[in-house]
């Protein structure tokens, strides 16, 4: 079984602070995404990442793949209260034709 | 329709009973997911569909759950006798191809009393 573990489970914050959540596995990913998730509404994806070591940015949010494809990272600079809600990060491997989600990290940013 | 679409939005029933929830998947989008999500976790798989291929049930709990889709539309998910622990918000996914991004509905509020 593929678990992805995410940490931290928990974290406030005020405006304008930087962040970062992290997305752990003991097992190999052949892509793994990260969704945002607002109360009442499905998961949002953020953004795939694929190559080991790749980096992307989407404005104030940078998204790391590990080199060995096990792991990422999230990295939020100057947060913003719009920033809040449930991150999840979802790894998928080559054979599996589902995603396995990570338990999730609540952010909240007060103002 | 524009998105994944569920309904009902909440649903609240006796324990013993059964449901059926239900998703509108996006037209086109051949594959289609099922996931149960606790309060504030993450999302645990349940069962996906992929076109006429036999479905793939790895995820369902128990034999009272059980899903079924006709073709590339709509999706039902069928708790039989229901328990107060399938409380949880039950969300449907579809997407167009393998390793396209995954589009979620939003879901529906399960609460068993």
């Known amino acids: 079984t593929q678990l992805l573990e995410q940490s931290p489970q928990f974290l406030s914050i005020q405006e304008g602070e930087n962040l970062t959540v992290y997305c752990n596995s003991s097992?190999?990913?052949?892509?793994l995404q990260w969704y945002r998730q607002e109360p009442g509404e499905g998961p949002v994806l953020l953004v795939t990442?694929?190559?080991?070591?790749e980096v992307k940015k989407l404005k104030r949010l940078t998204f790391q793949f590990g080199d060995a494809r096990k792991d990422s990272s999230l990295h939020i600079t100057a947060a913003q209260p719009g920033d809040t809600g449930l991150y999840l990060c979802?790894?998928?491997?080559?054979?599996?034709?589902?995603?396995?989600f990570g338990s999730g990290t609540q952010l909240t940013v007060l103002p | 329709g524009a998105g994944v679409s569920q309904s009902p939005s909440n649903k609240v029933t006796e324990k013993g009973k059964d449901v059926e929830l239900r998703c509108d998947p996006i037209?086109?989008?051949?594959?289609l997911y099922w996931y149960r999500q606790r309060l504030g976790q993450g999302l645990e798989f349940l069962i996906y569909?992929?076109?006429?291929?036999?479905?793939?049930k790895s995820g369902l709990p128990s034999d009272r759950f059980s899903a079924e889709r006709t073709g590339e539309s709509v999706s039902t998910l069928t708790i039989q006798r229901t328990q107060q622990e399938d409380s949880a918000v039950y969300l449907c996914?579809?997407?167009?191809?393998?390793?396209?991004?995954?589009?979620f509905g939003n879901g529906t509020r399960l609460t068993v009393t």
């Open positions: 979802a790894g998928a491997s080559g054979s599996a034709r589902q995603l396995t």
């Open positions: 990442v694929v190559t080991g070591g």
């Open positions: 569909f992929q076109g006429n291929s036999a479905p793939d």
């Open positions: 996914a579809s997407r167009r191809i393998r390793d396209s991004p995954l589009h």
């Open positions: 097992s190999v990913f052949s892509s």
């Open positions: 037209s086109g989008h051949t594959a």
